[in-house]
């Protein structure tokens, strides 16, 4: 083993590409991405906005259980979903499901779980998304797996592996950077850090220079990006992808996000911040930037955002109305898809309830 | 050396696990084996002795020290078409891997309405009787059988561990496979392409007219023992090896007992909110009126597994389970 950790460390400050005032900031060590990723990066933040906000609604309305908003965290999960192939696994964490709707997850089919019923929702093998993990960090040694099977098959797959500034406390963290590492495995591992895990400060979290930083004790590079900056983040992911595609391993990157609503609707935010620190990410607005940007480069004129727009709202309507009827979870389903085939005491449990809702049916 | 359709041969357990997972490893370029210590050293009972050397690193390969890291990259593998069988070096050192077991490996299918299963086997060298110092000896069955969608095996023969263990492989679900450390080195005749029960199948081991012994995993030679020992004193005690905690033969051991009309549960782990205390649940609510007496159980006490110098008291032996079927009523008859 070799004592240098240097090709290890994070940049000293989170790599910023196009700067809050919209100016490209003139990175040497990044290439600002091409015009036309740029310009579908825009349209992807618009609908990603539209979507967060119509299912904040749909919550309010009772027509979802719950939603965990990535409001204010749109630039990083449109990344995520853009530096992909289809070749490529993203492993979603319950607040990414606009990264999911990035790989083509139907969005209703995407917060099914979230509307009340008993199951992920969406087929993971249609767009390699993993079904969304709850308890934290579970999710990233699975990643590791995938990555490491297709790698055994000479596939050039690439996985996603997402999660939170809490979730980096987590033992499967650890584990997980240290498989990939010691395997090699592609895999991206890619921390939001939107400096709260519901009401937990970064500071009660960690007390690491960066989340960037944890990456060194296991050989794993790290690397800190603004996650508010659309471009940035798909220069850094995208190089971390091209890198583990090629067989440099893993990489981890830290996004510098900040979560602009309460962690779900049942969490009251303002028992522990304040509405100043809110207000001042306003102005670091990841859509507001990017469009900023475009307009001044003469990329985007009113016109064609008027159809970003539009696009946003036939999904937001799409949304709308796959979560308008109430699921009826059926109580028979209950015994499905425990086992291959069912224990014969399953089967006993099962005609129990048959039975009771046979009896139920002639009541009516 | 490689099986023929009606090879014989003397196996240890050990050996007999070892056979099987090279036997998987040769008939599915999916299966894959890994855990701590697996490979050069061919785990710390060598039961995957010479896998790597024969299969390569890709196939059987040491991993990190990391139990929840091990059952979660397997998780992964599974999910993308690989057939990973892991070790957990001992019983108790499996915990740190709880959290993926119960919250993935387990519901995995069922969260995913049956498109992504996961078709893995966790390894388990389990329960007491080795002289095992702390943490070596748990009995650790319970929490895995309580936790649906999981199968839970524990064999007692060198047949069924082979037999049992490429079922396992085999199968699309998960299982957790629970290996008598004590009976490693027991050895027998094993039939290696011999036809026997599935997974969910228990066995009559020996007939019996006047009790039921129901056992598995590391009590059912102590059940067979206590069998030859009753029968020279006149008592005809029929043995049942479950072979599988889940799923539950209830037919088999419904029957058996039905048959005898008394029964004794004898198993190591702790008796409070166990395995033994089902058993002894699901017999009654099925065979109460077949029964002649209250079924007993012989478990291990409920403390933490004793030191080696004491194990003896915590494990049930022969005299015990022969106490037992003595306190079964034979008044009455
Ligand atoms: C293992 C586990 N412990 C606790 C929880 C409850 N919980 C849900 S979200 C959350 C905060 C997570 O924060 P972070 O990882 O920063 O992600 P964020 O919610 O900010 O996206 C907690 C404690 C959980 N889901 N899983």
Known sequence: MTGDAHHLLPSPEPVTLIGVDGQATGDPGHAVPDDTELVRGLAALITARRLNDQAYALVRQGRLAVYPSSHGQEACQVAAAQVLTGDDWLFPTYRDTVAAVGRGVDPVEALTLLKGDWH????????????????????????????????????????????????????????????????????????????????????????????????????????????????????????AVERARAGGGPQLIEAHTYRMQAHTNADDATRYR?????????????????????????????????GFAATAEQLAAHVRDGLHRDIE???????????????????????????????????? | MTATATEHVKLTMAQALNRALRDSLAADPTVVVFGEDVGALGGVFRITDG??????????????LAESGIVGVAVGMAMNGLRPVVEMQFDAFAYPAFEQIVSHVAKMRNRTRGRVTLPMVIRIPYAG??????????????????????????????????????????????????????????????????????IGRAVVRREGTDATLIAYGPTVPVALEAAAVAAQEGRSLQVVDLRSIVPFDDETVCAAVRSTGRAVVVAESSGFASVSSEIVARVTERCFHSLHAPIRRVTGFDIPYPPPKLE????????RVLDAVDDLQWEDR
Request: hydrophobic content about 40%; overall charge negative.
């Open chain 1, 274 to 306: 304040k509405d100043d620190e809110v207000a001042a990410w306003v102005e670091r607005d990841p859509i507001t930037r990017l469009e900023r940007h475009l307009r001044e480069r003469g990329l985007v004129d009113d016109e064609q955002l008027a």
């Open chain 1, 329 to 364: 979870p059926d109580p028979a389903k209950l015994f499905d898809h425990i086992y291959a085939e069912p224990t014969p005491q399953l089967r006993e449990q099962a005609a129990l309830v048959a039975d009771e809702l046979d009896r139920e049916g002639a009541l009516r």
């Open chain 2, 312 to 319: 003896h008291f915590q494990l049930p032996g022969v005299d």
């Open chain 2, 51 to 64: 896998l790597t050397a024969e299969f390569g690193e890709d196939r059987c390969f040491d991993t990190p």
């Open chain 1, 120 to 239: 992920c929702g969406y087929d993971p093998y249609d767009h390699k998304v993993a079904p969304h993990a709850t308890p934290l960090a579970t999710q990233l040694p699975h990643a590791v797996g995938v990555a490491h099977a297709a790698r055994l098959r000479g596939e050039p797959t690439v996985v996603m592996a997402m999660c939170g500034d809490g979730g980096t406390s987590e033992g499967d963290f650890h584990e997980a950077l240290n498989f990939a590492a010691v395997l090699k495995a592609p895999v991206v591992f890619f921390v939001q850090n939107n400096e709260y895990a519901i009401s937990v400060p970064l500071a009660r979290q960690t007390a690491a220079p960066s989340l960037a930083h944890k990456g060194i004790g296991y050989g794993v590079p790290g690397e800190r990006v603004d996650g508010n900056d659309l471009a940035a983040l798909l220069a850094v992911l995208g190089a």
């Open chain 2, 129 to 198: 009787g080795i002289g095992g110092v702390e943490h070596h000896c748990d009995s650790s069955e319970a929490y895995y059988a309580h936790t649906p969608g999981l199968h839970v095996v524990a064999p007692a023969t060198p047949a069924d561990a082979y037999a049992l263990l490429r079922e396992a492989i085999a199968s699309p679900d998960p299982v957790v496979f629970l290996e008598p450390k004590k009976l490693y080195w027991s050895k027998e005749e094993v039939e290696l392409a011999a036809p026997v029960p599935g």
